[in-house]
């Protein structure tokens, strides 16, 4: 299967993890680092899904932190892909918490 004939499950990818102890930062939130980890993972599944094999993040075009997220959330990242090209693939990822 080419990935233009892929179907759309296969441009999608979500994580849903628990925000434990060890995530937070002095606050007692969700450290950022550990959200950008989960988006990039995020993107990756829906990267290497449509593609069919290996993908690497080349870089972020934005971030934008509106709100905290305390530890004991449930924290969803959901990745979808936008736009392909011939070497490249433009992925938004949304951020849920609950």
């Known amino acids: 299967m080419t990935p233009e004939s892929r ?3 296969y ?3 979500q994580i849903t993890t628990f925000v ?7 606050r007692g939130d ?6 950008m980890a989960l ?5 990756a599944v829906a990267a290497i899904r449509h593609a069919g094999g290996p993908a690497v ?6 971030v934008d932190f509106r709100e905290r ?6 924290v969803t990242c959901a990745a979808t892909v936008d736009f392909v090209g011939n070497s490249s693939m ?9």
Do not use: C, K, W
Not at 21 to 26: A, E, I, T
Not at 57 to 62: F, G, K
């Open 39 to 43: 988006v990039d993972q995020a993107a």
């Open 90 to 98: 433009v992925i938004s990822v949304e951020v849920y918490s609950e």
């Open 7 to 9: 179907p759309m499950s």
């Open 11 to 13: 441009s999608v990818g």
């Open 20 to 26: 434990m102890p060890h995530m937070q930062n002095v």
């Open 30 to 35: 969700l450290f950022g680092g550990e959200l």
């Open 57 to 62: 993040t080349a870089s972020i075009e934005r």
């Open 69 to 74: 997220i305390p530890v004991g959330a449930l």
